[in-house]
């Protein structure tokens, strides 16, 4: 008999699947805050299962790093700090601009006709919604996730898209604040273009200076805020 956490629920998810998706967008949207305790009572009633599946939800978050566990309090959402967001941004930088480089000298047809497709749909709907605009939309961030997927889905490497792909998830919660806070002031749309434009126009080099620009970009405002927050040099 197969345990709870291991049932299947229609398109083959799981329970234990289902309660990590429930907790990581309450983390994503700030239902639960940097920092906030997290009660087993409080996510069961969010996610209406038992506690076992939570359980493994949490486990797999803290593996990456969306939540912390401490013997003496249990579990709570990580906290954010400049030096978490420095070290993500540097590792982004050298893996996916690495990535992105061999994804340009390998990709066929079949990569150019994913990356063309992938920022059509991302470029066709605004990244803010319209009744808070600090807040990102989700079917934006859908499409921004596949964009950049798309851009490095030709390097070759199974590993290196794992390590691409988790750390674009560790980023997650930094370009959300990112965002709340720079407004309209960044061309983020015309950065995606320029991506674009430098991949299928087989400019590696180029095309991982731009990505690594445009990750740089992201962390600039938040640098200046968590200089200004801890009482440094703004």
């Known amino acids: 008999m197969r345990s709870q956490t291991d049932q299947k629920r229609a398109g083959g998810r799981t329970l234990a699947g289902d309660a990590y998706e429930a907790i990581r967008q309450a983390i994503r949207s700030t239902r639960f805050k940097p920092g906030d305790r997290l009660r087993f009572a409080d996510l069961q009633a969010l996610c209406g299962m038992s506690v076992t599946p939570v359980r493994e939800a949490l486990a797999r978050l803290t593996a990456e790093g969306f939540t912390v566990l401490d013997d003496h309090r249990g579990y709570s959402v990580a906290t954010l700090s400049l030096e978490e967001l420095r070290d993500i941004t540097a590792a982004r930088q050298l893996c996916e601009s690495e ?4 994804a340009v000298e390998k990709g066929d047809a079949d990569w150019e006709a994913r990356v063309i497709a992938a ?3 991302l470029a066709r709907i605004p990244q803010v919604r319209e009744d808070i605009p600090s807040a990102i939309r989700e079917d934006w961030e859908e499409r921004h996730a ?3 997927a798309a851009l490095i889905s030709a390097c070759g490497s199974p590993i290196l898209l794992e390590i691409c792909e988790k750390l674009f998830s560790r980023a997650d919660r930094y ?3 990112s965002i709340s806070l720079s407004g309209g002031a960044r061309d983020v749309e015309g ?3 320029r991506l674009m434009e430098l991949a299928l126009a087989r400019d590696g080099e180029g095309a991982a200076a731009a990505l690594r620009e445009h ?3 992201t962390a600039a405002a938040l640098d200046t805020f968590f200089e200004t927050e801890s009482g440094g040099p703004a």
């Open 146 to 148: 596949a964009f950049h």
């Open 215 to 217: 990750y740089g970009r």
């Open 175 to 177: 370009r959300r604040m």
């Open 99 to 102: 990535a992105l480089r061999l």
């Open 119 to 121: 920022h059509h749909l």
């Open 191 to 193: 950065e995606h273009r």
